[in-house]
């Protein structure tokens, strides 16, 4: 028994890290459904939500302004969830722009969260298309134009654009943010060419205003807002060239409350659409969900599954007693990464281990909440 709870450990762990994105590589080498592109410029709403951003909030309206997009086809819609600092007088010192760009600040009282806070205020966007942002997060020039020309295949429904991340103190947690979303880019660039994918970054992700669908304040946007469009028929494609800016986190502790708050939101999502889980109705879309969102929320069950039947078993063979060793080392690794970030000394080759355990971490712990009924609404921004 010991040895069948190790290999189906390890096979599910090894499966949600490399089996699944080598099988949507391999599945994308075959199938090819292109989106059918073309240049068209409709009216556009770009929706920011914010919650006491006075930091960020003016370059965020800056390089939102610079954007390469006609400004009368084009507005800028805030919405302030309650912020009690400066943002929203920031936000109104920008309507008088050079360019003639609308910016609205819509301001929802009561802090109400962000999905609320977008739900109010997609109702009042004027744009056929809307594109939601953070106010940390800094666009390309070409955002808007790469976006929006998917939107010439009726059978769109959203459009994703790309993370780029910046590790400005080259933290171990930040070297390999970067590279985990790297992979997460690679993932979805190959579902879009297989059929759609499901979920979309949420700094930049974009829908069509005719087909937004308000969630429960409770419910995480990025993730399920697509999902229902899935339900009606649509495409979700991935934009490659719609390229986002943000700088990774610097601690290893705002790295850990923000995956917290990020998959206990993602969980309680996938149950709020588990329709979609079903394959015989949803095949691909409930491969996806399945492999890349379920399974690697469950891969600390699996790794702690591995590791005990391990200490097991190592008796028994000197295979299993170097696999235990190397589970051992793994983890040491991680806590010396961990003390080191502690005194400010990044190593780069301890940041894989590091990250591995702060980001399984939170998903057994956001499993452990959301099984007793908890969930998230409001936000702070970490970075």
């Known amino acids: ?31 090819h459904r292109k989106v059918k592109a073309a240049p068209i410029e409709p009216q556009v709403s770009l929706l920011i939500a914010a919650y006491n951003e006075e930091k960020d909030i003016a370059e965020k309206l800056r390089n939102s302004l610079e954007l390469d997009y006609p400004a009368d086809r084009y507005e800028i819609v805030v919405a302030s969830d309650g912020s009690t600092d400066r943002t929203d007088d920031i936000v109104c010192s920008f309507a008088n722009n050079e360019r003639g760009v609308r910016v609205l600040l819509h301001r929802v009282e ?19 298309v809307v594109v939601f942002s953070d106010a940390a997060s800094l666009y390309d020039p070409g955002v808007l134009c790469a976006l929006v020309r998917n939107y010439a295949d009726p059978e769109v429904g959203a459009v994703s654009g790309r993370y780029a991340y910046v590790n400005k103190t080259g933290g171990s947690v930040g070297a390999a943010t970067i590279l985990f979303w790297n992979i997460e880019n690679f993932i979805k660039s190959r579902q879009t060419r297989v059929r759609t994918i499901t979920g979309c970054c949420g ?98 069950v699996f ?16 295979f299993y007693a170097g696999t235990l060793v190397l589970q051992l080392l793994f983890y040491l690794l991680a806590a010396a990464g961990f003390l080191l970030e502690r005194r400010g000394v990044h190593k780069k080759v301890l940041s894989l281990p590091l990250y591995f355990c702060v980001v399984n971490l939170a998903s057994l712990l956001s499993l452990f909440r959301v099984l007793r009924g908890y969930n998230v609404v409001t936000w702070q921004t970490q970075r």
């Open 203 to 300: 700094c930049i992700y974009s829908v069509r205003r005719s087909l937004y669908n308000p969630l429960p304040p409770t419910i995480i946007s990025d993730l399920v807002e697509p999902l229902t469009i899935l339900r009606k028929g649509k495409r979700i494609v991935f934009e490659p060239a719609a390229l986002a800016f943000e700088d990774t986190t610097e601690k290893v502790k705002d790295e850990f409350k923000m995956r917290i708050r990020v998959i206990v939101r993602g969980m309680n999502g996938i149950l709020f659409v588990r329709d979609l889980l079903n394959p015989l109705r949803y095949p691909f879309v409930a491969l996806q969900l399945l492999s890349h969102k379920v399974l690697r929320w469950l891969v600390p």
């Open 110 to 128: 009561g802090r109400l969260g962000k999905t609320a806070a977008q739900n109010s205020a997609v109702a009042i966007c004027q744009g056929e």
């Open 303 to 318: 790794s702690i599954g591995a590791l005990l039947s391990n200490s097991i078993l190592w008796r028994h063979s000197a």
């Open 1 to 31: 028994m010991a040895a069948i709870v190790f290999w189906v450990s390890v096979g599910l762990i090894a499966y949600a890290y490399v089996g699944y994105p080598l099988l949507i590589a391999m599945l994308s080498s075959f199938v």
